[in-house]
């Protein structure tokens, strides 16, 4: 593995308008939480949720917060290591594909 990835869940209580029918941005988080940790077993990675109309004291994490919904994006926004990556119901496909780039391999691939 190049490095232990951080993961930030973007989103905010109440579900967004285009995502209706979608779990919620928490829910959405702790279910992301869980499957990368099934997924890459014994490969460490962070995982925080911010919520966008209450971000923490953290310059970076304010600056995306206000960005989504100043541009009204989709949220969920799922980023890691600051790079985007997906929004609202997020595809893991898509996101284990991004987590391979730093080399994580799921449970079938590490021998």
Known sequence: MKKSV???????EQICASCVHSP???DTYEWLEAALSRKYPNQ??????VDIFQPPNDEKKRAYAKKI???????????IN?????????PFKRICLEMEKY???SESNVK
């Open 6 to 12: 951080e993961i930030t869940v973007y989103g905010a």
């Open 24 to 26: 919620s941005s928490v």
């Open 44 to 49: 460490p990675f962070t995982i925080h949720y």
């Open 69 to 79: 919904v100043e541009e009204d994006l989709v949220y969920p926004v799922i980023m």
């Open 82 to 90: 600051d790079r985007w990556v997906a929004e609202g119901n997020p």
């Open 103 to 105: 080399g994580y391999r």
